[in-house]
């Protein structure tokens, strides 16, 4: 037998270094491992211990013998990576990480302010509060009430298991020399240079929390949002609480084919049954269950090959029950243009992904809910007077592109699809953070493995540093932001053993100047009250999602 990796890899990287015969792949040292969509196990190798079992945070790890039926296909796709001549032959060795053993100043602990709470946040913390033989205190400072960013804001609410992750935030938060400052906006309550009088450095992880525009007539129309906007509304985002979207229509379309625009799709079409199992926030549960909507046509530029959701999510969609996924035959067809530049690198991943694409059902009128997959189609002007009326799009070609990848270039065939609502899924950007230099066509923050960079002086900002999206951009998985975080936590430590952090100038306790935060007891009573309510119907939880009511309850639990 085999262990097999499934849907819910995060990327994590836990289960690499435990496993004895290193059959785990890409290793976050291997080149594919920064876009790697997952990890994938050796089936000819794996000698079926379990190690990997125990670790994996998100209970991703089956042994082929028990993968339920909607698993199956994950056990090609395991064994598909290791086709591929490029990744065959690696080292047996397993890849420990080196643990790097640091020498502190004498008698000094270091104090490190991080700045936001999700997943890169929450793995700088804990790589931080997790080395041997240095004295460590962080404080975690989020603006909103509760924490684990994308997790609770992102993970799409049929996703329990990858929500799992947020249970080694929570073992971080348990780490002697942690506290948690909820409700403080760093720019508002506190400033970045009073973070810098008070720690010897500041990590900021603040994400990605703007979206990209299309740039087209229409895009701002009653009717038409950014999915991201959808997104934060359906997991009950307090910001987006009031939010509306017209779900009359029967058709959405979602512009974008990444794992978001996938998320949307499926939450849009998700029966009742299903979406009650979950957590999502009880306003747009309670829209969702009466929306009118039968059909989302998912929109995508490029072809097959080149689909920006990731195989196991496609895999996934396919084994919603009740949910058709079909396509048009000659659109899933790889073009010649796709064959020579796949030829040319070792990428069978995507000629794989697009062969699955080939196998769904052709598109057939049809009652049920279905996604429709389109590609090769870049939409030119939404339609509408007062509100979405439709989408207007173009066929487009592949041409080269000078990274030698291919884009896509309008042609002059031009179609219109009815439709009430439009959600564009074009990719997150970053914001500039106030006092630092800010990298504006990337939307991240300038940096040398982590630590942050001043173009005009060519410099480092010292005692500053990034991890996470506002880092390297919006890609990845939720573990990727693990092997980020490490490489931003590693330059900070050498630069404080090298002597290079200046000491805090002010040594008062921080939670002196912020009289309203929330702490970890005030988060904890809001996380036990959803729980608690949840558990009577069935729910993982049910979420609060008022500023007034989160406040109002962490109150009553404030430690
Ligand atoms: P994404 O993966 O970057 O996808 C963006 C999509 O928008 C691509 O299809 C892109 O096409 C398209 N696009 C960009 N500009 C466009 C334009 N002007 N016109 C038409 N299409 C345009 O972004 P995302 O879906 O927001 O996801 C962000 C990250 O979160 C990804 O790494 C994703 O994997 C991750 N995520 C993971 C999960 C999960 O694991 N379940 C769930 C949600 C998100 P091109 O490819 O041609 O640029």
Redesign the pocket.
């Known amino acids: 037998m085999t262990y097999v990796i499934t849907q819910s890899c995060c990327n994590d990287t836990a289960c690499v270094p435990v496993c004895p015969v290193n059959c785990i792949h890409p290793t976050p040292d291997e080149p594919g491992y920064a876009t790697a969509e997952m990890l994938y196990i050796d089936p000819d190798s794996c000698i079926d211990c379990g190690a990997c079992v125990d670790v994996c945070p998100v209970s991703a790890i089956t042994a082929d013998y028990e993968l339920p039926e909607e698993l199956l296909p994950f056990q090609d796709l395991n064994a598909q990576y290791f086709r591929d001549p490029a990744h065959q032959g690696y080292d047996v060795t397993p890849s420990k990480r080196p643990t790097a053993r640091w020498t502190a100043p004498p008698e000094q602990t270091l104090r490190v302010a991080v700045v936001g709470s999700g997943p890169a946040a929450s793995f700088a913390a804990d790589e931080l509060l997790s080395q041997r033989g240095l004295a460590v205190e962080v404080d975690m400072f989020e603006r909103l009430t509760t924490p684990w960013g994308l997790v609770r804001f ?1 993970v799409a609410p049929d ?1 329990q298991t ?1 929500k799992s992750a947020a249970e080694t935030f929570v073992r971080m938060s348990r780490r002697k020399g942690f506290r948690m400052f909820l409700n403080t906006e760093v720019g508002t309550d506190i400033g970045h240079d009073e973070l810098r009088q008070r720690y010897h450095a500041v990590i900021y992880a603040v994400g990605a929390p703007g979206d ?1 525009g ?1 740039g087209i007539a229409g895009e701002h129309l009653p009717g038409s949002h950014s999915a991201k906007e959808f997104v934060a509304w359906y997991n009950g985002h307090p910001d987006h609480v009031d939010d509306h979207f017209d779900l009359s229509g029967e058709r959405a379309v979602v ?7 996938l ?1 949307v799709a499926r939450v849009l079409l998700a029966d009742e049954a299903s979406l009650r199992r979950t957590d999502i926030a009880d306003h747009a549960l309670g829209q969702i269950v009466q929306s009118s909507i039968r059909e989302v046509v998912v929109v ?3 072809g097959p090959a ?1 689909a ?1 959701f ?1 195989t196991p ?1 496609l895999l996934g969609l396919q084994q919603v029950p009740g949910l058709s996924v079909v396509v048009k035959p000659e659109e899933v067809e790889v073009d010649p243009a796709t064959m020579r530049v796949l030829a040319a690198k070792p990428e069978s991943l995507a000629l794989y992904k697009a062969a699955r694409l080939a196998e769904l059902d052709a598109e057939v009128p049809s009652s049920g809910p279905r996604i429709v997959m389109r590609f090769l189609r ?1 939409p030119t002007e939404i339609l509408g007077d007062d509100h979405v009326e439709g989408v207007r799009l173009v066929r487009n070609e592949l041409v080269d592109d000078e990274h030698g990848g291919l884009v ?1 270039v309008a042609g002059t065939e031009v179609e219109e699809i009815e439709c009430g609502l439009v959600l564009r ?4 950007k970053g914001s500039p953070v106030p006092g630092l230099p800010f990298d504006a066509d990337r939307g991240v923050l300038p940096h040398l493995r982590g630590r942050v960079t001043d173009p005009r002086s060519a410099g480092v900002v010292p005692g500053v540093y990034t991890a996470g999206w506002i880092k390297r951009g ?4 939720i573990g990727t932001n693990k092997v980020d975080a490490i490489e931003t936590v590693g330059s900070l430590l050498e630069d404080w053993t090298s002597g290079a952090l200046t000491a805090p100038r002010v040594t008062s306790d921080v939670a002196e100047i912020l009289p309203h935060h929330v702490d970890l007891g005030g988060w904890r009573a809001i996380d036990a009250h959803e729980r608690a309510t949840g558990k009577s119907l069935r729910r993982p939880r049910v979420k609060v999602v008022r500023l007034e009511e989160q406040l109002e309850i962490a109150r009553g639990g404030a430690s």
């Open positions: 992102g996703h990858t990209r299309l512009i974008g084919n990444g794992n978001v625009a998320d995508g530029r490029r080149q920006a990731t999510e870049s896509a899924s074009v990719g997150y919006p890609t990845g998985v």
